[in-house]
T-cell receptor, first 119, second 112 residues
Framework: DTGVSQDPRHKITKRGQNVTFRCDPI?????LYWYRQTLGQGPEFLTY????????KSRLLSDRFSAERPKGSFSTLEIQRTEQGDSAMYLC?????????????????FGEGSRLTVL | SQKIEQNSEALNIQEGKTATLTCNYT??????LQWYRQDPGRGPVFLLL?????KEKRKERLKVTFDTTLKQSLFHITASQPADSATYLC???????????FGSGTRLSIRP
């Protein structure tokens, strides 16, 4: 399977614990996105990378959230001191970004998500 | 700030009819809009893209329009089938290099 993979698929943790999610994008994709989704809502933008550079981080995110993409391949999203409000589905997506808008559609390929439950 | 809105109410229609979903945007002109389908517990799947200089795009039973005057995109599914039941998400990109932002989605149910 050469799609986007996320690990773990499910994580149950106690409030105050740290959690880390991993995303392996499609190998030739240079863009990688993290989104958070709660029931009945659309994916909420968290952050995105172009290769290893983090281009933007949502202002809605507290300092407890951090993401890395150290070699421009896989990425990790860490949540420190988890709170019950962090319970959500964390989605990773990758895309191929060309130099010109006409080159590629920029469509996102999503993984199946990592569901976090904070007790 | 960039804002994209979809009708949050669920849409229920009879099989065989055309389903029409709406996506509105404010405060900017997106370079293009994308539409995705999401099934429960799964990640979204890309369906169609329409650029700001395009009026209409088609793919099989799907059609997307883009009206920059109304700041609106319409997503149509013709000859709808129960298998089309899902949540449909509109997403926009401000420029060819910027991040992609999603609307809240519209849940579509097709009854036999």
């Amino acid at each position: 399977d050469t799609g986007v993979s996320q690990d773990p698929r499910h994580k149950i943790t106690k409030r105050g614990q740290n959690v880390t999610f991993r995303c392996d994008p499609i190998s030739e994709h240079n863009r990688l996105y993290w989104y958070r989704q709660t029931l009945g809502q659309g994916p909420e933008f968290l952050t995105y990378f172009q290769n290893e550079a983090q281009l933007e981080k949502s202002r809605l995110l507290s300092d407890r959230f951090s993401a890395e993409r150290p070699k421009g391949s896989f990425s990790t999203l860490e949540i420190q001191r988890t709170e019950q409000g962090d319970s959500a589905m964390y989605l990773c997506a990758s895309s191929l970004q060309g130099a010109r808008s006409s080159e590629v559609t920029g469509e996102l390929f999503f993984g199946e998500g990592s569901r976090l439950t904070v007790l | 700030s960039q804002k994209i809105e979809q009708n949050s109410e669920a849409l229920n229609i009879q099989e065989g009819k055309t389903a029409t979903l709406t996506c509105n945007y404010t405060n900017y002109s997106p370079a293009y809009l994308q539409w995705y389908r999401q099934d429960p517990g799964r990640g979204p799947v890309f369906l169609l893209l329409i650029r700001e200089n395009e009026k209409e795009k088609r793919k099989e039973r799907l059609k997307v329009t883009f009206d920059t005057t109304l700041k609106q995109s319409l997503f149509h599914i013709t000859a709808s089938q129960p298998a089309d039941s899902a949540t449909y998400l509109c997403a926009h990109r401000y420029s060819s290099a910027s991040k992609i932002i999603f609307g809240s989605g519209t849940r579509l149910s097709i009854r036999p």
